[in-house]
């Protein structure tokens, strides 16, 4: 049985401070915590008693520097129910999973404390490196420099140019929509949107205001604002029409919204899409399939965004590092709910 023997107050162990109490080097210390096999199981214990005794903590930091690499990553998201996430999470498993990979996942359910009990767990685990996922496409704090392996972060991306960030390209996708009615013959485009705070929205607008201001067409009144709703989109639609009954065209923020429009429509006697052009971005099949007529979108690609950035983090680990913000493209998926104008 070791001996107590203090180290400075109010200051974690140090694994000299569990060599000294074992009466061992802090070499074979190191050696008996990371089981290796040159230790005698005699000293191994007395180590592992001097270690719980002072409740040393390794450094994470330094057993991924000083150990190989495990094969394994970790994947750590801020909403594992959101329908974001899942798409990409399944992206980035099926192309480690054909590097033959193994995945760790984590969720934080939003919150930074957690997230750093994750992120210190999968170090602990030793993981060659890190895909963070976000809930939503606006910057997020990073999770800084000082880690021992790269990090690449999706969807939402770093705060941090210095950080890899793989997102998808919300400006082109608005840009899409406005081109797609455009060539259908639309020229009097409103635009409903959903929750100003969320970067998505207001970079869906940016995109389709440039490619109508490009081409001569001025938009039907500004673009509105709300919630990511049928029942925003309803409410919307019902204003959108009493001030202006001469719209042609409704670029949504999200098919949840454009369902909502397309079901005020039908009330006022619109048809849709001869009277009326009505698009969404997402491409939610749940929803797209399900409207009447069905519903054009622009699919954001989110099974390929987490693709790409599982290709990026094992290129991080074999040692090609890059940093920056890559917008990956959008997809148009064009149904029922737009067509020419007759």
Request: aromatic share 4%; net charge neutral; proline share 7%.
């Amino acid at each position: 049985m070791v001996q107590p023997a203090e180290h400075a107050a109010g200051r974690p162990a140090t694994l000299n401070d569990v060599a000294r109490l074992a009466g061992v080097s802090p070499a074979t210390a190191s050696k008996a915590l990371n089981g290796r096999s040159q230790v005698r199981e005699e000293t191994r214990q007395r180590v592992i008693e001097a270690a719980e005794q002072l409740s040393f903590r390794p450094n994470p930091v330094a057993r991924s520097l000083q150990a190989g690499p495990t094969r394994t990553v970790g994947l750590l998201t801020g909403d594992l129910e959101g329908r974001f996430s899942i798409p990409i999470l399944m992206g980035a498993e099926d192309a480690f999973g054909a590097g033959e990979l193994a995945v760790l996942l984590c969720d934080a359910r939003g919150d930074a404390i957690r997230e750093r009990h994750h992120v210190r767990a999968l170090l602990d685990r030793r993981v060659d490196g890190l895909i963070v996922v976000g809930s939503r496409t606006d910057p997020r704090p990073s999770l800084g420099r000082g880690l021992p392996v790269p990090v690449v972060y999706a969807y939402a991306p770093s705060e941090d140019p210095h950080d890899l960030s793989i997102v998808p390209d919300n400006v082109d996708a608005g840009r899409t929509a406005a081109r797609h009615l455009l060539s259908c013959g639309r020229t009097r485009v409103a635009h409903i949107s959903g929750d100003p705070t969320y970067a998505a929205g207001r970079d869906r607008v940016r995109g389709a205001l440039e490619v109508l201001a490009e081409a001569g067409v001025a938009p039907v009144g500004e673009a509105r604002f709300g919630e990511w709703s049928e029942g925003w989109g309803r409410a919307a639609t019902v204003m959108l029409l009493d001030q202006h009954p001469e719209v042609d065209a409704i670029v949504c923020g999200n098919d949840q919204i454009a369902r909502g429009a397309i079901d005020i429509l039908r009330e006022r006697g619109r048809v849709v899409p001869d009277d009326v052009a009505v698009m969404g971005f997402d491409d939610w099949k749940v929803i797209t399939t399900a409207s009447r007529p069905p519903l054009t979108s622009v699919d954001m690609q989110l099974e390929h965004l987490g693709r790409v950035a599982a290709r990026a983090l094992s290129a991080a680990i074999a040692g090609q590092r890059r940093s920056g913000t890559e917008p990956q493209p959008c997809r148009l998926v064009i149904r029922g709910s737009t067509a020419p104008l007759a």
